[in-house]
């Protein structure tokens, strides 16, 4: 059983910075893919960072590019987004994802709020 635990979620006003973690538990394969996708009120869900565990490869969305960055620590199973000039079009919940060889899994979500 695999549980992706996400933390750090909140309101923030514009031009602010937040930080989200996510911690996977459970039958972790050491080779696998972590990241966070979005989903903003009547939106579909939207990539917006992966990064996989080995190899450095990690994908932005435009929209994030140069302002969110990911990092992972392998060793604890945990990725980080570190959300900075964050804009109202930032609102959204926030998932984790961890996709691995055998199935993918999600987070509960967190929300995100970007508001003056």
């Known amino acids: 059983q695999v549980q992706l635990v996400e933390s750090g979620g909140g309101l923030v006003q514009p031009g602010g910075s937040l930080m989200l973690s996510c911690t996977a538990s459970?039958?972790?394969?050491?080779?696998?893919?972590m990241g966070w996708y979005r989903q903003a009120p009547g939106k579909e869900r939207d990539l917006v960072a992966i990064?996989?565990?080995?190899?450095?490869?990690?994908n932005y969305a435009d929209s994030v590019r140069g302002r969110f960055t990911v990092s992972r620590d392998n060793a604890m199973n945990t990725i980080y987004l570190h959300m900075n000039s964050l804009k109202p079009e930032d609102t959204a919940v926030y998932y984790c994802?961890?996709?691995?060889?055998?199935?993918?899994?999600w987070g509960q979500g967190t929300q995100v709020t970007v508001s003056s």
């Open positions: 459970g039958s972790i394969f050491s080779y696998n893919a």
């Open positions: 990064a996989s565990s080995y190899g450095g490869n990690i």
């Open positions: 994802y961890l996709r691995q060889p055998r199935d993918d899994y």
